[in-house]
């Protein structure tokens, strides 16, 4: 007899219910039990409370994540054992590391920058913003990996209220920041600028780390005047909007979703005065696949 499906890896909230489940080739009547694993060379374990084809086991808590849970079918004595299904545990909490300020800058100015530091979260939160309310997508702004809001070629209609959203791909409730006001006085002459790499990609050692299957957001900016136009590159080829991929209006971010084997994306910014490239390494670990449509 074999496993007609098996546990699958899976994501499972902070104090909820973890629930598994496997079926046999078989209608014998079956012996079942679920495994707990610190890791796959881990072969003895510690065997859970329960029995069936199906596991309920909570809540869960942090001591679980990254554990693998197995489940044994036995059937007049043979032992059927599946694959390692490994168990994440997914929480956002609701404290900004950092929140924006208040911040004054020039008309003309060529950059201004709002901080912001995300809660702590698994998988890491990513950050979006919102301008008096509204949701913030404009060509001449983008998000860093630090979380900070920059943005080109300063003028009046720059100026207003800017807040933080932390959000994460497991499905938690959004967590939004204090508001930081951006004040726009003054000015100052404007010149023209090429495209420049952003040191907080640098500072921050900017690189992704996932599983396959995972989804994950990827970030792109650089500084410039003009404001510089943004590609997000797997290969030779432009990541756009799919059933495995979103991406912004301006090219300044993209979620990839079913992540797969893909090494790094390229990030491109150009303008009237020239063009820069950004190669993001990704780590990708585990077992699935990705495809740019």
Partial sequence: FYFKSEPADTWVALGETLTLSCSTSTEVEKTWSWTLHS???????????????TLEYGPADMELNNKFITCSADVFGTQLISRYALIRVSFLEE?????????????GSEHARLE?????????PYVTWQKDGEDLDQGNTYVDPLGGLNILNVDESCGGSYTCIANSFQGHDPVTSRAGVLTVSGTTTQASLPVTYDVSFAYSRYRISARMGDSVRVLCGFLGNPAPTFVIKIGSEVVKSSDTA???????????????????VKCEGSNSLGSQTMNIPIDVTGSSKWQVE
Wanted: proline content about 7%; charged content about 15%.
């Fill in 246 to 264: 979103e991406v912004s209006a301006h090219g300044t971010w993209a979620n990839l979703h079913s992540l797969g084997g893909i090494s790094a």
């Fill in 116 to 124: 912001c530091l995300p809660p702590n979260g698994n998988p890491a």
């Fill in 39 to 53: 890791s796959t060379s881990d072969v003895t374990g510690t065997v859970l409370e329960g029995s069936g084809d």
């Fill in 95 to 107: 404290e900004f590391q950092v929140e924006p300020s208040d911040v004054t800058a020039k008309s």
